[in-house]
């Protein structure tokens, strides 16, 4: 007989949320904090999301998406978990560019960028001045019309190895393009431009291990294996929700699944508005990613002094070569012993943006020789830069769209959410639905570690406050079931 994954969870809780990335898990936190029952379903054996890692034979420990985050997260690990996830978060501070263009080195903070824009690019001191003070005043509520392409025309008009230096790493770490609003480059790029570019000590597996300690602690029903099928509504809003083919009792669902999935399969479109539908059906997907995880021998190091590399061999910046599938830009984010202390292992993970569509639609054949490729690229692009690395390597694996899709469910392997206009609409989902929200990767600015676990914040401030404007009228009565 199959396992019950729901066994002895109760019949009814104050809120679902429905998946663990780490807006989920943050918002299920401080909930429970506030006091709400809270049920935390994750379809996967393992809860973070893509704040994720897997381990391999040989002591290989891979990290996905630990490649780098602003400052804010300290912030937000203490205010909203504990002082000692706060304690690990660590500098990095060997960032590297490499691609026709220039090449240099980075501590990837505002004063070190003014000081290449001024030497190397012979910007002017006033000008930069004026550029970081305008994006540093751009916040999310505004309704800001400029794109980025605009913002870097007005600012740095026709210098595009400058365009590069400022927008290549934001759209790895968050797909934005030169189109998208500038709103959404200017308050990500202010995010690292604070203090620099920093990363979790212990690594993913840690952290999400002393998360999951943190929920239980604080009562959170944490439920791995858990698949939520649907969001059952009626007039009055949120009714509860089916899991595994069970039913349970809820006033208030909180979804970090994908904001599409959520309104048209988990609610469904007949519980909408026709021109609220008719705007979510032009959100746009923001795009996936492939990745190289490069597990170096026991024994063995990587001589290259960086901790990220922005590599590309790409005459200039252009999102269409950067999501093409013939990769030309890989970010390689070099994991050290400092990562793990302890362990004195070393590995390299390559990442690049790519289109689902690019790997979608490929037999089983055809794609197992393009990850055979984009896995023998990577290791012929690392080893002009590690020249030994074929010879210091005893694992290595790819991942493509379809992985990330597999995973976390989420339509076309998202890495990032959606485009801008999905923000609105995520926001809006109480007032078509009473009891409904959605939280996690969206709009460009809520994604990322930082954007993600931020955004699960505000969400569950607001679902706090119409649990208790319910709760006074319309308890859940729970059962054990
Ligand atoms: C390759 C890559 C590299 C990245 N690198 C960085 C980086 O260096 N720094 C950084 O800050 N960010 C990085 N990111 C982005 C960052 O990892 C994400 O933005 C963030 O982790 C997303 O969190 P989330 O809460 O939105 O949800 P997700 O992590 O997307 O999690 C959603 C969860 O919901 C679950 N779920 C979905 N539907 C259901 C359902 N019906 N029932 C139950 N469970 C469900 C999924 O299984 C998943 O666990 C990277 C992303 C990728 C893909």
Redesign the pocket.
């Known amino acids: 007989m199959a396992r019950n994954w729901l066994k002895g969870a109760q019949s009814a809780y104050d809120t679902v949320v429905?998946?663990?990335?780490?807006?989920?898990m943050t918002a299920a936190n401080v909930l429970a904090r506030l006091g709400h029952k809270v049920l935390l379903?994750?379809?996967?054996y393992n809860?973070?999301?893509?704040?994720t890692w897997f381990k391999r034979k040989g002591g290989h420990i891979l990290d996905?998406?630990?490649?780098?985050?602003p400052i804010g997260m300290m912030k937000t690990l203490r205010k909203y978990w504990t002082m000692d996830m706060a304690d690990r978060v660590i500098q990095l501070r060997n960032i590297r560019f490499d691609n026709p263009q220039f090449c240099l080195r980075t501590t990837f903070d505002r004063a070190d960028f003014t000081h290449i824009l001024l030497e190397r690019f012979g910007i002017m001191l006033d000008v930069v001045d004026e550029f970081f003070s305008t994006i540093r005043q751009f916040n999310f509520y505004d309704e800001l019309k400029m794109t980025t392409r605009e913002l870097f025309e007005k600012f740095f008009p026709g210098r595009k190895d400058v365009w590069r230096f400022l927008m290549e790493p934001i759209t790895y770490?968050?797909g934005s393009t030169l189109d998208d609003p500038a709103l959404t480059y200017g308050i990500v790029f202010s995010n690292f431009m604070s203090k620099g570019v920093f990363t979790y000590q212990g690594g993913t597996d840690q952290l999400i291990r002393a998360m999951k300690a943190e929920l239980e602690s604080n009562g959170v029903d944490i439920r791995t294996h858990?698949?939520?099928?649907k969001i059952y509504v009626d007039d009055d809003g949120v009714r509860g929700v089916r899991i595994n083919g069970d039913d349970i009792a809820c006033n208030a669902a909180l979804s970090?699944?994908?904001l599409l999935?959520t309104i048209h399969k988990?609610v469904g479109d007949e519980h909408f508005d026709d021109g609220f539908l008719k705007e979510a059906r032009r959100v746009r997907l923001n795009n996936?990613?492939c990745?190289v995880y490069i597990g170096i021998k026991k024994g063995e190091k990587v001589d290259y002094d960086a901790d990220l590399l922005f590599s590309s061999v790409a005459d200039e910046y252009d999102t269409d070569k950067i999501l093409s599938k013939d990769v030309t830009s890989r970010t390689f984010?070099f994991y050290h012993p400092f990562i793990r202390p302890g362990t004195n292992r070393y590995s390299v993970v390559s990442?690049t943006n790519a289109r689902y569509e690019d790997w979608a639609s490929l037999g089983t054949k055809d794609y197992g020789r393009d990850k055979d490729h984009l896995i023998q690229t990577t290791l012929d692009a690392l080893s002009h830069y590690v020249p030994n690395v074929r010879k210091i390597v005893d694992y290595v694996e790819a991942s493509t769209p379809k992985t990330?899709k597999r995973?976390?469910?989420?339509p076309s392997g998202t890495?990032?959410?959606t485009k801008f206009e999905g923000l609105k609409i995520s926001r809006e989902l109480p007032q078509q639905v009473a009891g409904l929200f959605h939280?996690?990767?969206v709009g460009i600015i809520m994604?990322?570690?930082?954007?993600?676990a931020n955004y699960?914040v505000i969400v569950a401030n607001e679902v706090d406050k119409f649990l208790r404007s319910v709760n006074s009228q319309s308890p859940v009565e729970a059962v054990t079931v």
């Open positions: 429905i998946g663990s990335g780490l807006a989920g379903a994750e379809h996967h809860l973070g999301g893509l704040a996905i998406s630990l490649h780098g985050f770490a968050n858990c698949l939520v099928e970090n699944s994908n999935t988990l996936s990613s990745q984010s990442s990330f995973y976390t469910l989420h890495s990032f959410g939280t996690g990767s994604s990322g570690w930082l954007g993600a699960g």
